[in-house]
């Protein structure tokens, strides 16, 4: 039968990485150029239908500055599924995602759902992470990895949708 799954999500990365606008992306269906700082963190709820279930993504977009950092365990702590972006043009950004994929691995939820999105793809000309380099990170850091981008909406919903595929059936 269908089921109905309720999941929290959290989107942890670097301010400016592009979280707020991966989500408004999703939710949405829209791009601003200058999207605002987000200020602790906005929630989102959006659905999604896969196979065989119905997932209501319930949507923690959190701030990514340094002095909201004690904050964060509140978004992440039950959340079934986190998404860490990084920015592919800002190589800070990607250290910056790999601390968040090691606080979480520490303290989040040992069955939790992780996504690594390199945001701004559409900004080829700049790019400073090498695809290859973060896909090896994800896979041995047992992610799953996607270049996305929020302006052009490549890989946007594909992410969320791959989420709602691997999880928990309860
Ligand atoms: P956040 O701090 O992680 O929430 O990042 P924002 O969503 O606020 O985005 C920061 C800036 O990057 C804004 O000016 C966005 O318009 C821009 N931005 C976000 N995603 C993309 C993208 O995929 N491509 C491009 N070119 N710009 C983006
Ligand atoms: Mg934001």
Known sequence: GN????????LLGDVGAGKSSLVLRFVKGQFVEFQESTIGAAFFSQTLAVNDATVKFEIWDTAGQERYHSLAPMY???AAAAIIVYDITNQASFERAKKWV???QAQGNPGMVMAL???KVDLLDARKVAAEEAQTYAQENGLFFKETSAKTASNVNEIFYEIAKRLPRV
């Open 102 to 104: 090691q606080e979480l």
């Open 76 to 78: 992440y702590r039950g």
């Open 3 to 10: 089921k109905n799954i309720n999941a929290k999500l959290v």
């Open 117 to 119: 999105a390199g945001n």
